[in-house]
């Protein structure tokens, strides 16, 4: 849940490569999970050095968000779920 919350209110996350946490990062920022402790230095020195990068990791953190784990989604699937039994 730290991840999500973390990505939900447009902040980048470095992170380790374990569990589900890479299902949270956007497919082009996963270079920001790393596994190791070297690795977690130089990807958080990168963000801080670049502001630029920074923001788009936050804003396509918080769209990834948005489209696949709040509430709305969940409930669209539910539908097309119900949907494809009723018509079948």
Known sequence: MVVFEALWKGTPVVA???GGIHMQIPD???EYLVSDIEDCARMV???LRDEAR???FGEKGRERVREEFLTPR?????L???RSLVSS
């Open 45 to 47: 020195l990168s963000l």
């Open 74 to 78: 969940l409930i669209r699937d539910e």
């Open 80 to 82: 097309r779920l119900i």
């Open 28 to 30: 082009d920022m996963q």
């Open 16 to 18: 380790g490569k374990v």
């Open 54 to 56: 920074r923001k788009e």
